[in-house]
């Protein structure tokens, strides 16, 4: 073994993309800088593995891209370095100015699910208790939106109840709307550990690598999950095999009951393209009488105009089933980034922080005596979505925008709207780890930040694990810490007296955990991020009062929801109808996803490493059915034009028939993508519905 190889120590940190949560082993040399890693074996959540993501984990921080030094945009537009003192006057006598001329609605931030839970609130409490303003989302808008609503509608917490122990003891695992080979690959090597020899079903119109691993796959047509959902309630209820103990824990069940009169296989055969044999076949695999049976869904269901009613679909199917608060059971969301869990507890982006929600004065009451912040600081109007952030840029009533650790000139949908947003805004400022970024490029102020690997702080993964990660390289140039830039804004802005407390991630992590005290997410029973680690990671609820011994667990294991009535609600409307559908000039039904385990979100750090980009085409490629191709006398990479109502882009044909005839698919690591991508959303949520709009495809 080469020397430079040889480590002279280890140290665990959680990994810092997917939500999984893999532990990996960090190899340090003498100085304590990470020269390589390894994924740690121990740990209950990867067990030994990682995707490719992790293993080049460390790949990005070397990027030449890396933002070294805060820049400034001058008169003559360009960018140019200056340092932090410069930096931070810029970004107060902006902000302010506007806030005084337009008040305190008039600045938002726009943050992520990517950085530690420490780093989110700060970025929360400092902007609404601190500065003084109200308006703030996080990408995690796009991604889980949707999940976090279902349950707390549903639960009266936002409470994924299971653990990732549940998919090697269920006998049916449905994954709906999931693509778990390659979007979370680890957790799809839990599912093969399974020795029950378990059903696998897929419900997905494309034909997705786990589809075609499983046993079943429901080809069912795009967005008729919610109306095949319905049907198989519709069956299971018509046919007795319902749990009674199970509906005694509920409340809605009559009104229900008498809402799937309407959904009987044959009346939404149409609308899923699917038979009624097909349906009813379903219907009793997934009640079948002893077996254990377990939903999940990630970003098929969550980025949909209705997809907090698919996603309580599934609650109600395993309330109504009886297969919830056992093992092997649950209606379960996987979530997409590292941290989004944590940003659904802690981002106070949501109008909450710790569990608390601004809108409860009681709530409010507690966070202020909690952080030590006077009363009067916490807003009890609720934050603007972000969707309506940005439509309030686009109207000119959002003048400023500070946008961390996200890239929304490239995610956000109908992305061709943001640049006649960026023409309306006054100031943008940009923190973020690379100056490259489409949204960097945008910026006014860029505030290099540091990355992954560079600080220390908490992510929450799916199954509700708090996990911790090391500082192991220094930031380059003068990059700091998320962390010590909310410090250095706090000073700069004159409200640092406020977080006197705050002075470190540790110290912050024990602020937040005091303020879980008697919520459902209390983790009062952590002492430390030293205890975390000693656990193998910590699955919230963690009460000093009633430390869990057990942390392979699920949540409702006592038939007690979060309800005041402590019963879970059954949840439904009638499915909507699309928000664009297919029409003689707009002909292909457009479906986006992932594409790839080896690239995440829009690149901007899985691109920056040689490994990961050979394993992924650079360029964008769209998949098309053999019978459309032939049709279209289309080739194997030949250029095509995609075009919708609202844009277009180029892409080489790949034909393959993983998606039906008439239907397309465009991986979304592209930044083009989301030219076409139609700007509507869940009523309940606001996540936007990225899965299915109307385009035209001709030959280049
Ligand atoms: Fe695990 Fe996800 Fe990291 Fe891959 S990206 S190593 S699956 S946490």
Same mark, same amino acid.
């Given at each position: 073994v080469p020397k430079r190889l040889i480590p002279a120590s280890t140290v665990t940190s959680i990994c810092g993309?997917?939500?999984?949560g893999c532990q990996l082993k960090l190899h340090l040399d003498e100085h304590g800088r990470a020269i390589n890693l390894t994924p740690q074996a121990? !740990?209950?959540?990867n067990l030994g593995m990682a995707c490719p993501k992790g293993w080049q984990?460390?790949?990005? %921080?070397?990027?030449?891209?890396?933002?070294?030094t805060p820049l400034l945009r001058n008169e003559a537009g360009e960018k140019v370095p200056v340092g932090w003192a410069e930096a931070m006057e810029a970004f107060v006598t902006r902000f302010k100015d506007i806030k005084e001329k337009?008040?305190?609605?008039s600045v938002a931030f726009l943050s992520t699910g990517q950085i530690p839970f420490e780093e989110m609130a700060f970025l929360g409490c400092l902007f609404k208790?601190?500065?003084?303003f109200i308006h703030g989302d996080a990408n995690t808008r796009q991604c889980m939106a949707t999940a976090a609503t279902a349950y707390k509608q549903?639960?009266?917490?936002?409470?994924?109840? !299971?653990?990732?122990?549940d998919f090697e003891e269920s006998d049916v695992i449905v994954l709906v709307?999931?693509? %778990?080979?390659?979007?979370h690959p680890i957790l799809w090597q839990r599912v093969m550990r399974n020795q029950r020899n378990p059903k696998i079903i897929v419900i997905d119109p494309r034909a997705t690598e786990t589809a075609q691993a499983?046993?079943?796959?429901?080809?069912?047509?795009?967005?008729?999950d919610l109306a095949l959902l319905y049907a198989l309630a519709h069956c299971i209820v018509r046919d007795g095999r319902t749990d009674a103990e199970s509906i005694r824990?509920?409340?809605g069940y009559d009104d229900f009951v008498a809402f799937l009169l309407d959904y009987s296989p044959a009346a939404v055969s149409d609308r899923t393209g699917l038979s009624v044999e097909e349906i009813e076949a379903l219907a009793r695999t997934v009640s079948e009488p002893g077996k254990r049976v377990s939903w999940w869904w990630t970003?098929?269901?969550?980025?949909?105009?209705?997809g907090v009613r698919a996603a309580q679909a599934m609650i109600n199917l395993a309330l109504i089933t009886g297969?919830?608060?056992?093992?092997?059971t649950g209606a379960n969301s996987i979530t997409g980034q590292c941290n989004a869990m944590g940003s659904r507890l802690?981002?106070?982006?949501?109008?909450?922080?710790g569990g608390h929600e601004f809108a409860y004065e009681d709530h409010r009451e507690k966070v202020a005596t909690g952080l030590g912040i006077?009363?009067?600081?916490?807003?009890s109007d609720s934050s603007l979505a972000y969707d309506q952030i940005l439509a309030a840029a686009e109207e000119g009533k959002i003048k400023g925008l500070w946008i961390v650790a996200t890239n929304p000139f490239h995610s956000?949908?109908?992305?061709?709207r943001l640049a006649a947003m960026r023409e309306k805004l006054e100031f943008i400022v940009v923190q973020d780890?690379?100056?490259?970024?489409e949204s960097a490029l945008a910026a006014d102020l860029v505030l290099p930040s540091a990355a992954w690997g560079e600080k220390d702080g908490c992510f929450i993964n799916s199954e509700r694990r708090i996990g911790t990660l090391k500082k192991v390289r220094e930031a380059p140039g003068v990059a700091l810490s998320d962390f010590r830039i909310f410090r250095l804004i706090a000073r700069a802005w004159g409200c640092d007296e406020l977080f006197g407390?705050?002075?470190?991630p540790e110290a912050a992590f024990r602020l937040l955990r005091d303020l879980t005290?008697?919520?459902?997410?209390?983790?009062?029973?952590l002492e430390g991020y030293e205890m975390i680690d000693r656990l193998g990671g910590a699955q919230w609820?963690?009460?000093?009062a009633n430390p869990p011994v057990d942390q392979e667990r699920r949540l409702f294991e006592d038939g007690n929801y979060y309800t005041p009535s402590g019963k879970a609600k059954l949840l439904f409307s009638p499915p909507a109808e699309l928000p664009e559908n297919t029409d003689s000039a707009y002909p292909f039904m457009l479906l986006t996803g992932?594409?790839?385990?080896?690239q995440w979100h829009t690149?901007?750090?899985?691109?920056?490493s040689d490994i990961l980009r050979k394993l992924y085409p650079q360029d964008a490629y769209i998949e098309i059915h053999p019978a459309d191709a032939a049709r279209l006398r289309l080739k194997e990479n030949d250029m095509v034009t995609v075009r919708s109502r609202r844009g277009e882009m180029q892409a080489s044909v790949y034909i393959a028939p993983t998606v039906q005839p008439g239907q397309l698919f465009l991986p979304?690591?592209?930044?083009?993508?989301?030219?076409?991508?139609?700007?509507?959303?869940?009523?309940?949520?606001?996540?936007?519905?990225?899965k299915a709009c109307a385009v035209a495809l001709a030959k280049s």
């Open positions: 993309y997917c939500a999984t121990g !740990y209950p959540v984990a460390l790949d990005p %921080l070397d990027s030449p891209d890396r933002a070294t337009h008040g305190r609605e208790f601190g500065m003084g549903s639960f009266g917490f936002d409470a994924p109840p !299971y653990s990732y122990a709307g999931s693509n %778990l080979c390659i979007a499983a046993t079943q796959h429901v080809n069912l047509k795009p967005k008729g824990r509920t409340e970003m098929g269901v969550n980025q949909s105009y209705e297969n919830i608060g056992k093992p092997g802690f981002s106070n982006t949501t109008s909450m922080v006077p009363l009067e600081n916490i807003p956000w949908i109908d992305s061709g780890m690379f100056h490259t970024t407390q705050w002075t470190d005290k008697d919520r459902p997410c209390d983790i009062t029973g609820p963690y009460p000093a992932r594409g790839t385990s080896s690149q901007s750090r899985t691109a920056k979304m690591h592209y930044p083009e993508v989301n030219r076409l991508t139609h700007s509507s959303f869940d009523p309940h949520s606001r996540q936007p519905n990225y």
